[in-house]
């Protein structure tokens, strides 16, 4: 769209972000003081707190409560304009972005839109697995396994109703270790008593996990501990094993094995979601921008990117830092204190990560923990890991209120085994249509 | 389709309720010592607290607060069977109806279906409009609203930008005044700071009522208070208009006005949602069947009907019971009774509506009550009003985490004047596209 979109101008050096993540959220927020208009861009109007999204997929949370609207967190903020738009391309020459309501001009551009659900090039997995990146994804998958449920209450067939009852989850990173685990507690404490006329005893859960170990990149104990649970939890952990094809209701592996689902959850890769626009040079493989230290990508002295999309590049992290939430929120802090620095003609101050470690939990009091402190690593796994994961991602969530539902949530599904939001509203995914074979004829 | 659904038949006269709204979910819990097998069919997995669908389309309440899985609520009840299903047919011959899952045979039948939008046969206004009768109108509408508000930024002509922020609410019932209220509420205190560009003096609220009073069917005090309110709150209530049509942008009036808005609510009437199969002659004007006092079905002794679709006709109620919550809840009562007796060949009770009065709120502070007790009527509008319209609906929500939930979130809004829920997750109305109108051209 041509014509520049109706922003007020300020007369201030603007700085636009594109993306309301956790690296864009934050460096909002961290320029409220700062002497620039901030201008935030996002396709959606809330920010997503993407790490308890497995929860409201397995019927724990509420979508509402890992949501927080842009407005509603910066509406005290004066300098900060929010746009609802999409972002179709940057064009560096005339310092403008287009997007869906019209060019942004900018003075500082923050690329922070994040990563996206990697399927490696497989249209057809694309096609019929079920992502869990968004809100909308997770409200899918937790929509689709219910109705499928209900559908299994009227199949004879036992292939049928397996397809039906069964899921394979592709990889064994943190979420797909969440998922498999969460699942798990779902079918021993709640399924059972919602659908008395299903034996579950005939659901499986499968992992499929390409390399040798789960949860890559954490500790060995780490990694052995969530095995270990998860195969305790009656959870099929496939190692060394890939999927070669899916068709929405058969998963063939590269061993020719072959399992039958109609919900295959893809947690097997994410990649940078770059915009159009920049020289194809400053573009690493995997979708990320190749960034100096200061954030700043290769060739544009005024364009920076941070968090997922950023793929800063040193002796320590030879593939960039890993996608998490902590590197986006350090980069974002880090780039609002160098973009007033810029404007005060100060010299930048490099980015350096400090790594606090990365948990996962697998279930009720089990969970794992490499925590990176005072320059030592602590690794635990158990009931403490479980304890401190609970407490962390409490506390990391926005607003007193998200937190408040969250805690009462949990305390009552800890003593209940409970959980609640198990209702069908929106979208649900059926990639290939379920034939209902009826038990007998009417006499 | 033909075929037996499959249902595990208990060998016990089966009673298949079709719907689980206020009446048929109070039946099929009042059965459950009964020596029945009960089938709850639904087209939702869900029952749905109507009364409080306003706050959801007004981002006061998540969608998940007034909404209760059937399978959360009733999974302790051995003799129950959930199916979510459509319902197609009855065939009463073959004491059979029939569903989107097959046919399910029944003893004996009850219809809670309920009431849908009425609009008197203008097509025009079932597609241009927005209901409120179901979680996914409340949650279009709030979505709606959000996303007009986000395009209204992009807008400079003036007759465009009405169309954006100015509603039209078609009906002075108790859901016309409830949203009219609340709308004018987050006209003052929430959507100032979130959109500080736009000007809210400009957001017109006009509220079309064709008779000459509010809430018709309460007192006068509570009518006359209820529109004082309203006006208090800088809403336009305009008495003695008809709507006669809306394209999507225009609305014209019967008096010839016109009022230009791109989101009207329809809140003018109901009319019962009656299945096919039973003979013409027992289906009433309204669409509802017209029941004996045992709320039998004219002409058929084991079919039934309670609730909203029930026009059981009386000296003191000469077009039935009014559509609301308190008929359905006591006929599903009453019925679950009747049954009992049934089955053990002893006389029928008839029914005799308790009528507990009526009451609506119209905003913090502000509602209107007039209250049956004892053989006494009180009536009281203001605070009181507020207080006990605030504590009946709270006890009234099912399941002790929604009511805390709402408690929270109306305790937080009280007191912060917020109203949090403000994303746009889900469908959005739009049928008539909005022109951005940029505000120059870029140099």
Redesign the interface.
Known sequence: ??????I?DLGKPRVVIVGGGFGGLELAKALRHAPVQVVLIDK???HTFQPLLYQVATAGL???TV?S?F??IL??Q?NL?F??AEVQRIDAD?Q?VETS???V?YDYLVVATGATTNYFGDAQMERNAIAMKS??DA?ELRNTV??NF?KA????DEEQLNSLLDFVIVGGGPTGVEIAGALSELRKHVFP?????LDFRQMDIHLIQSGDILLKGMSAEASQASLKYLEDFGVQVHLNKRVKSYDGYTVTLNTGETLVTRTLIWAAGVAGAPLTGLAPECLRKGGRYAVDQYNRIQGYPNIFAIGDIAAMVSDAYPEGHPMLAQPALQQGRLLAHNLTRLLAQQPLEPFRYDDKGAMATIGRNHAVADIKLFGKEWRTQGFLAWLMWTFIHLVSLI?F?NR??VL??WT?SYFTF?K???????RVRQPVPVE?T?????V
């Open positions: 769209m041509e014509g520049l979109a109706k007020e959606q109007n809330y509420e979508a509402d949501v609207p407005r509603q509406d005290e004066q304009y746009r609802l005339r403008v309501i019209g060019l001009r809100v909308e409200i219910l109705t209900e209450l009227q199949l004879g008593t919602d659908y008395r006329e607003g209120r408040f539902v009462l949530n009552w409970d609640g939001r198990r209702y069908i509203i929106g209902a009826t038990a007998k004829a009417i």
